[in-house]
């Protein structure tokens, strides 16, 4: 087997970058030790080119979420997760290499996706509960993904790959992806933010009033697009009854992303939809229905709500330590537990609630 037919995948991701950049040598970072082998880093290179419109940056390209090599999944119609993770960082004027955090966030990607088995599609978003960039001052604290505005997917001996771009996000950006959609919200500041670029310096697009209307506008209409929330702190208490007493089964949830979930709810109840909570040992699911309640199982509990019951239910999801109950869901009192935000050593870096 020749050297060119191993590595089928590689060279059909060289063949898309070169039709941008034809021979542009990218400043290409590979990877010594295998992952499989105990090395640190998943992914076996990251290339970056220099790009100069429609501002000069370095435009970022993975080599490892799909089968670069042999076809060794029984996945057929895709090679290996079926992408890989573009990246366009603004570059200064006199910047001749990428910076060192850049190839970093991009390994941990690859570190997130094999370790979880996660994959990533346009339109999600991720919270990074923290600056993109260690130790920068900077307002983007989560990533979003879109499809690459100049690769397009493409067929190789060992199935499809996309090509979706990694987009940095301010908080409020994030918090409207999720109370609308992704691409919603990415589209509307896309005069703004040309081509995905990401720009440390920048500030929220909601700070744009074109763009913010837009935002309301879509919400208001659609929805929210968010069915499925990974939440860090959520647990049930069964209620307890008694001779002389009643307990309420009890709700517990996070102050860091109680807002967020009120939110959530006004955009999918009110519009027909559920919405599900997954936490590490239940899933919470709440359904529109006419007649507010609940049904609780070892491993899942699901709440009915009604339009005044999910108003009032999110007027009280707030981020702050509280317990309360709901007038037209009787049997449940929900509490706000405070929330710990933690560095990558452990230590208590900031408190919500």
């Given at each position: 087997?020749?050297?060119?037919?191993?590595s089928?995948?590689?060279d059909?991701?060289?063949?898309?970058m070169?039709?941008i950049?034809?021979?542009?040598?990218?400043?290409?970072y590979g990877?010594?030790?295998?992952?499989a082998?105990?090395?640190?880093?998943?992914?076996?290179?990251?290339?970056?080119y220099?790009?100069?419109?429609?501002?000069?940056?370095?435009?970022?390209?993975?080599?490892?979420?799909?089968?670069?090599?042999?076809?060794e999944?029984e996945?057929?119609?895709?090679?290996?997760?079926g992408?890989?993770?573009?990246f366009?960082?603004?570059?200064g004027?006199?910047?001749?290499?990428?910076?060192?955090?850049?190839?970093?966030?991009?390994?941990?990607?690859?570190?997130?996706?094999?370790?979880?088995?996660?994959?990533f599609?346009?339109?999600?978003?991720?919270?990074?509960?923290?600056?993109?960039?260690?130790?920068?001052?900077?307002?983007?604290?989560?990533?979003?993904?879109?499809?690459?505005?100049?690769?397009?997917?493409?067929?190789?001996?060992n199935g499809?790959?996309?090509?979706?771009?990694?987009v940095?996000?301010?908080?409020?950006?994030?918090?409207?992806?999720?109370?609308?959609?992704?691409?919603?919200?990415?589209a509307?500041?896309?005069?703004?933010?040309?081509?995905?670029?990401?720009?440390?310096e920048?500030t929220?697009?909601?700070?744009?009033?074109?763009v913010?209307?837009?935002?309301?506008?879509?919400?208001?209409?659609?929805?929210?697009?968010?069915?499925?929330?990974?939440v860090?702190?959520?647990?049930?208490?069964p209620?307890?009854?008694?001779?002389?007493?009643?307990?309420?089964?009890?709700?517990?949830?996070?102050?860091?992303?109680?807002?967020?979930?009120?939110?959530?709810?006004?955009?999918?109840?009110?519009?027909?939809?559920?919405?599900?909570?997954i936490?590490?040992?239940?899933?919470?699911?709440?359904?529109?229905?006419?007649?507010?309640?609940?049904?609780?199982?070892?491993?899942?509990?699901?709440?009915?709500?009604?339009?005044?019951?999910?108003?009032?239910m999110?007027?009280?999801?707030?981020?702050?330590e509280?317990?309360?109950?709901?007038?037209?869901?009787?049997?449940?009192?929900?509490?706000?537990?405070?929330?710990?935000i933690?560095?990558?050593?452990?230590?208590v870096?900031?408190?919500?609630?």
């Amino acid at each position: 087997m020749t050297e060119e037919v191993a590595s089928v995948g590689w060279d059909a991701i060289d063949e898309e970058m070169t039709k941008i950049y034809g021979q542009q040598e990218p400043k290409h970072y590979g990877t010594y030790l295998p992952y499989a082998l105990g090395g640190p880093d998943p992914l076996d290179g990251i290339s970056a080119y220099k790009a100069e419109k429609p501002v000069p940056h370095w435009h970022f390209v993975t080599y490892g979420f799909s089968e670069l090599y042999d076809k060794e999944s029984e996945n057929l119609e895709d090679s290996g997760y079926g992408f890989e993770l573009t990246f366009r960082l603004i570059r200064g004027e006199d910047e001749d290499e990428p910076p060192a955090w850049a190839l970093n966030l991009l390994q941990n990607m690859g570190r997130y996706v094999f370790n979880s088995g996660n994959v990533f599609r346009a339109g999600d978003y991720l919270d990074a509960n923290g600056p993109i960039c260690l130790d920068a001052d900077t307002e983007l604290t989560a990533l979003a993904f879109v499809q690459d505005p100049d690769l397009a997917e493409i067929d190789t001996p060992n199935g499809r790959v996309q090509f979706l771009q990694m987009v940095g996000i301010t908080g409020d950006e994030l918090e409207s992806m999720q109370t609308w959609n992704t691409l919603g919200v990415l589209a509307a500041g896309f005069p703004y933010i040309p081509s995905y670029m990401t720009d440390l310096e920048r500030t929220s697009l909601l700070q744009i009033p074109a763009v913010s209307e837009a935002i309301r506008q879509g919400a208001e209409e659609e929805g929210s697009n968010t069915g499925l929330l990974y939440v860090s702190q959520l647990a049930w208490e069964p209620g307890k009854k008694g001779w002389f007493s009643k307990t309420p089964a009890t709700l517990q949830l996070g102050a860091k992303q109680a807002e967020i979930i009120g939110k959530l709810l006004l955009g999918r109840i009110r519009k027909g939809n559920r919405l599900r909570l997954i936490g590490a040992d239940i899933q919470v699911i709440f359904e529109p229905g006419e007649k507010p309640g609940f049904v609780s199982e070892e491993d899942e509990v699901r709440i009915v709500l009604d339009d005044p019951t999910t108003v009032e239910m999110s007027k009280n999801l707030l981020p702050k330590e509280s317990k309360f109950e709901i007038a037209g869901l009787a049997g449940i009192s929900i509490q706000i537990l405070k929330t710990n935000i933690t560095d990558s050593d452990g230590n208590v870096v900031k408190v919500i609630g």
